[in-house]
């Protein structure tokens, strides 16, 4: 049901849609500031990263969702397509998805929807079953028309799919499990055809799944890091002999014969000990052939190295020919002379010769005069004649058009959410467009265990926030020059480049605000922090940590701004600290993942995405003569002879163009690369540092005998002697504050507090602030309940104690000499892990300075990258990317009448009880000072730590995202919390000023009384 206020911003959005379709102006221009996320007028919509989409924009045009029929609400359709690819007869195309398709359920019963698995010897079903289920899709679309004839079920899948030229058979990366899975037609179907190709990496490769062991250090004496294997492109001889895997984690190719379907060899292009990268993540194949069709050249994209490597298949001698940044697509000519090369971070196209194996072109997509990156091609396609290249533009939402003869981008084409791949129609007049997301729309009842939360959802609807984002396909007709015109202004308006404008506001800021405190959190939505403000556009029933349990979070939204219309654009923390430090993602990240999150499950692929790479800080120095966590890294250190080295230099897959280059005509990278190159600051504490440090027994403070890496849990670090962290990006290493330890769910944000304290201190004394300091609490990502300092050993003391430290930093700083020139900025790093009733991506965010509103609610819709946009206008210190450049700031939030009045933290009552250490806070001593009320707990440590006891935490989200949602509903709610009624909801938005007072009065109320 819809609230009063969010009914008011849909009625406005209509009216003005009315009068702007009258009017004839595009759909984009409907969009109102204050337009929540989700479904347009008259098509389109608006995503969490602030872009629109219009995928049924180009004339005759068609979009649907990838439906697979198992629930009459689409819950369980498709999402992450990432692969087409046409027959040679153009007339059956095949869909590949890869990516979150899991954990659903019969909507009547309730049920898993479970899958059989194959044996791979066999081909047919075993007795093992699976929740994951991603697919292929087989449309003839003989017609010019998707008709679907068949979705297989493969349970495990990374990028590869590749048709034999006949068209009777084809082939499927099967991703973790190290094999492909090959069909054949039987009739007017498409069967497994066993034995699957079984590529050998990982241990036990004749089960249903493998063990997921085989990646590039399994023979090592480093092997405890080692990832499993992932096999993902794929091509097929022309005649049909050979074909060659890309092995993504074992940076090698593995030739096969596919009669007898054994591995002819393997070729390696980096192993362990190696001193030179090269050939790392080999991700796409395109095999070049005899005139006979024998397979003779192969060409592999090689991610880290920004290469592409030809082999020859017979001597296996290899050439290595330079591309652009982290290239991933390739694409063969039909003459095999023109090999085109999507380069995701370059946003280009290299053009390389295959007979002398050079470069002899490079094709730029960006637009003219524009230096800002983020359209990530992945995908490309040719139109029959040859003259047109087609290519997906990931973070754009649109193809481009590109004419070969000038080389040059005619224009853009819009599409879904994160288009991945493109095919032409064999008449050249047709393109088949797949996109991997769609907004994911309200999810109150994710994680609800309740009688009410089942109530909104009697279906047994999968409301995580991967879940509900569903893959689309387009069929678009190639436009001619005039409306191909129009559609690319449709695709500039969708993604803000009029937007680039100065905003008045922000210049008045920028000679005012000096100082930005960047604070990053972990994982809450909106509703369920802030779900019971008694102003803004919340839910009572969804709030999991109300006023009592997180007071300064209230406190801070009343006191300053409320901001209820904002989204982070993440859906999880690997995506999410991508857009949180540089305003959008990379292709790697994109495709990586969802797939670690999904069908993965962290098996295979690592959490790549905050600067280790392989479970391996790369800034550190691969030995050393006293190897140790803080001088030589993980393989270094169970392998000091330097035989287990691998990922040379330290060159981050995942990471953005212009990581670390600090010239100041460097563009991209991350927020403190452009404060370093603009001459500002920069302090650390706690991002982007290595988590290495791995799991503890049962006291943290301790050394542990079973782990030399482990590092003891200090609350005086400093004093102690004992260094917590050390940097993961190299421009960081000597701006890091080597005492404030990482994500680690065993300390108490209190602890960080403290230690940043101390550090900022020696600033305060010289009268000096960073220009940009970077802080992160990750304590409301709440886990480690068995062996928790402290006493925080459930979740709502967990929030209590990230509460409190927010409190504090604020209070610090707003009672000193530098409040006068300083913001601070507050956001969650994603909003996976909460209900919320406007939009699953809806969450909080702070922005609090002396120049900040006060006792305001602003319902400008805002995102992660109108937060970046923000700190980079008030610093003054450029944009990193095309996202951020479009974006608007979030100048609503200001005034220019300064409020210098300072802010006092509230004590969570909770933490002034036990089973809380007493010293923890020792303000919970003074009765001066304010503290909320105490709630009493449902349950205790043991059983949150019953509940979790199979849940890894060491790691962000290395777990069954679903099952922990639902543990801490029922750890704080149970099966029988009460639920406020419909009208109670709306009043709320109704009687503002009237239910502010009451509940300020029932605060002080409990306040006295917890006294």
């Known amino acids: 049901m819809l609230n009063f206020k969010r009914k008011r911003y849909l009625l406005l959005s209509l009216l003005v849609a009315a009068v702007i379709v009258v009017s004839g102006i595009q759909v984009v221009s409907a969009v109102l500031a204050t337009s929540p996320v989700g479904e347009l007028p008259e098509g389109g919509a608006l995503l969490p990263t602030g872009q629109i989409i219009t995928p049924a924009a180009a004339p005759g045009s068609t979009f649907a969702p990838l439906a697979t029929g198992l629930r009459a609400d689409n819950n369980a359709d498709a999402a992450e397509a990432v692969t087409t690819t046409l027959s040679s007869d153009g007339k059956t195309l095949l869909v590949l998805t890869s990516g979150y398709n899991q954990n659903f359920k019969d909507q009547n019963t309730g049920a898993d929807l479970t899958y059989p698995v194959l044996d791979p010897l066999t081909g047919k079903p075993s007795s093992e079953t699976t929740r994951k289920a991603e697919w292929v899709f087989v449309y003839d679309v003989s017609n010019g028309k998707l008709v679907k004839r068949q979705q297989l079920n493969i349970p495990n899948t990374y990028n590869g799919l590749a048709w034999a030229k006949d068209g009777k058979r084809f082939y499927v990366s099967g991703g973790i499990d190290d094999r492909v899975y090959i069909y054949a037609l039987n009739g007017d179907k498409y069967l497994p055809e066993a034995p699957f190709i079984l590529l050998g990496h990982n241990s036990n490769q004749n089960a249903p799944f493998p063990d997921y062991d085989g990646g590039l250090l399994k023979d090592t004496p480093a092997k405890n890091v080692a990832t499993g294997a992932v096999v993902a492109g794929l091509a097929v001889s022309k005649d049909g002999n050979t074909l060659v895997a890309a092995n993504f984690e074992n940076d090698s190719i593995s030739i096969v014969n596919t009669t007898n379907r054994q591995v002819v060899k393997e070729i390696k292009f980096f192993v362990p000990g190696g001193k030179e990268a090269t050939g790392e993540f080999p991700f796409d194949v395109a095999l070049k052939n005899t005139n006979s069709g024998a397979a003779t050249k192969a060409f ?40 085109y090369v999507a380069n995701g971070n370059s946003d280009s196209i290299s053009v390389i010769d295959t007979n002398n194996n050079s470069v002899v072109q490079t094709i730029s997509l960006s637009r003219a005069s524009d230096r800002y990156k983020g359209a990530n091609p992945n995908s490309l396609a040719l139109s029959p004649d040859e003259h047109t290249l087609y290519a997906t533009l990931g973070g754009e939402n649109a193809v481009a058009v590109v004419d070969l003869q000038p080389g040059k981008v005619t224009g853009r084409i819009p599409t879904g959410w994160y288009p991945n791949s493109v095919s032409v129609s064999r008449d050249g007049q047709k393109l088949y467009v797949v996109n991997a997301k769609s907004n994911s729309g309200p999810n109150p009842s994710n994680n609800r265990t309740t009688e009410a939360g089942l109530a909104r959802n009697t279906t047994f609807r999968n409301e995580y926030n991967w879940a509900l984002e569903k893959a689309g396909i387009s069929i678009i007709p190639v436009p001619k020059s005039g409306t191909l015109a129009m559609l690319s202004e449709q695709v500039d308006k969708n993604n803000g480049f009029f937007n680039r404008r100065p905003d008045r506001t922000m210049k008045f800021l920028q000679g005012k605000i000096k100082h930005v405190i960047y604070v990053l959190k972990e994982n809450r939505t909106y509703d369920q922090v802030l779900g019971d403000l008694p102003v803004g556009n919340g839910d009572p029933a969804l709030a999991l940590f109300p006023q009592p349990v997180s007071p300064n979070h209230h406190k801070l939204a009343l006191d300053f701004v409320t901001f209820d219309n904002f989204y982070d654009s993440g859906e999880s923390s690997g995506v999410g600290w991508n857009w949180s430090t540089y305003g959008r993602t990379t292709d790697y990240t994109e495709k990586t993942q969802s797939v670690l999150y999904g ?7 690592t959490y790549d995405y905050e600067g280790t790479n392989r479970n391996i800080n790369i800034v550190l120095p691969q030995t050393s003569s006293n190897p140790s966590q803080f001088n030589t890294r993980v393989t270094g250190v169970l392998d000091p002879s330097g ?18 280059e600090l010239t100041s ?34 006291d943290p403070t301790q050394p542990d005998p079973n782990n030399p890496l482990y590092i003891p849990i200090s609350a005086n670090p400093a004093a102690d002697n004992i260094p917590q962290a050390v940097a993961a990006k190299t421009v960081l290493s000597d701006k890091t504050d080597i005492y404030f330890r990482g994500y680690d769910q065993k300390e108490p944000d209190i602890y960080l507090y403290n230690e940043w304290e101390r550090d900022i201190d020696s600033y305060l004394a010289r009268n000096e602030l960073p220009n940009l300091s970077l802080v992160r609490l990750p304590h409301d990502h709440f886990g480690d309940f068995s062996n928790a300092l402290a006493g925080l050993n459930t979740a709502p003391l967990q929030m209590a104690d990230n509460d409190y430290a927010v409190g504090l930093l604020v209070e610090k700083i707003s009672k000193s000499p530098l409040w006068k020139e300083t913001a601070i900025v507050v956001l969650e790093d994603d909003c996976q892990n909460g209900p919320d009733h406007v939009d699953s991506h809806r969450s909080i965010a702070y922005i609090i300075s002396p120049y900040t509103k006060r006792n305001a609610v602003v319902s400008t819709n805002y995102n992660t990258v109108s937060v970046l946009r923000t700190m980079e206008d008030l610093l003054n210190i450029g944009y990193l990317g095309m996202n951020d450049a479009n974006a608007k700031p979030m100048s609503d939030a200001f005034t220019r009448e300064p409020d210098f009045t300072p802010y006092t933290a509230v004590v969570p009552g909770n933490l002034c009880a036990e089973p809380v250490d007493p010293k923890l806070v020792p303000a919970c001593q003074d009765k001066n000072v304010e503290k909320s009320a105490i709630v009493p707990s449902l349950h205790n440590k043991q059983w949150w730590a019953q509940a979790t006891k199979d849940f890894y935490f060491e790691v962000e989200d290395k777990l069954d995202a679903d099952k922990f949602n639902r543990v801490l509903w029922a750890g704080i709610k149970g099966d029988t919390a009460p639920y406020p009624n419909e009208r109670s909801h709306v009043n709320l938005s109704q009687n ?19 006294d």
């Open 300 to 339: 592999i994209s090689s991610q880290r190295d920004n290469e592409v490597l030809a082999v020859d298949i017979t001597s296996g001698e290899i050439t290595r020919v330079p591309v652009g940044s982290q290239p991933n697509k390739v694409l063969l000519s039909t003459d095999q002379n023109r090999l």
């Open 599 to 605: 069908n993965a499950g962290f098996s295979g692929l």
């Open 643 to 660: 035989q287990s080295a691998i990922l040379p230099g330290n060159i981050d897959v995942n990471a953005p163009a212009g990581d670390g």
């Open 665 to 698: 005509n460097t563009i991209g990278g991350y927020l403190w690369d452009a404060a370093l190159r603009a001459g500002k600051t920069v302090r650390n504490y706690g991002f982007y540092v290595d988590g290495n440090y791995g799991t503890a027994q049962e």
């Open 992 to 1010: 503002r000023a009237q239910l502010l007072e009451e509940w300020r009065l029932s605060s002080d109320y409990l306040t006295a009384q917890a």
